[in-house]
């Protein structure tokens, strides 16, 4: 597509329920980042994916969270038994290789009430 | 691990003053990209610097990397009210994991 593709774009979700986030990266892009960032704050490093390489995975803060990238395009963010301090604005990049400039995706702003 | 970091975190300015953010990594960098964040929305990438001691200009906004590869500077001319926003530096390194390291950003807020 033109652009990296996040969906949804907004999800209220109850305390302890699972969550799924996508992104469609531009194509052709090897390499996908994730990105969270609350509220007037940075960006948090997730986890990244580079062609068929193992990710890194150095970001993500427990075990309750997981991605994958299926068939070198689209990745899933998964966040288990979320908490409310889950809640933050997740981005997803993308970028022709790990040397270039990253593209964003417009977001999934996520609320855990 | 690698840092960068960022200042000033926050910079308000009247319009049509001038505004600086600075980045220093503590490792050296074998490029550096700029990106801007309109409130409400997400980062976009405005230019890579790859050079030692590199200049680029975009209209009123010039971009430099220093001579060690260890640091840069934006610098906007005459701020207008479409500048507000945050700007966030991020380094990659020169050897090793190959994932850009995020500054914190400066936020820029502009008095009309």
């Known amino acids: 597509g033109a652009g990296v593709s996040q969906s949804p774009s907004n999800k209220v979700t109850e305390k302890g329920k699972d969550v799924e986030l996508r992104c469609d990266p531009i194509s052709g892009h090897t390499a996908l980042y994730w990105y969270r960032q609350s509220l007037g704050q940075g960006l948090e490093f997730l986890i990244y994916f580079q062609g068929n390489s193992a990710p890194d995975k150095s970001g993500l803060p427990s075990d309750r969270f997981s991605a994958e990238r299926t068939g070198g395009s689209v990745s899933t963010l998964t966040i288990q038994r979320t908490q409310q301090e889950d809640s933050a604005v997740y981005l997803c990049?993308?970028?022709?290789?790990?040397?270039?400039?990253?593209?964003f995706g417009s977001g999934t702003r996520l609320t855990v009430v | 691990g690698q840092q960068v970091m960022q200042i000033p975190q926050y910079q308000h300015v009247q319009e049509g003053e001038d505004f600086t953010t600075y980045c220093n990594s503590s490792t050296t960098l074998s490029n550096i990209q700029w990106y801007k964040q309109r409130p409400g929305g997400h980062p976009v990438f405005l230019i890579q610097l790859v050079k030692s001691g590199e200049v680029k200009k975009q209209k009123r906004l010039t971009f430099q990397f220093g001579e060690a590869k260890k640091n840069s500077s934006l610098h906007i001319t005459a701020t207008q009210t479409t500048d507000v926003g945050t700007y966030f530096c991020a380094g990659l390194k020169s050897q090793g994991a190959q994932k850009l390291v995020f500054g914190q950003g400066t936020r820029l807020t502009i008095n009309p």
């Open positions: 990049a993308s970028s022709l290789d790990t040397r270039g400039s990253y593209t």
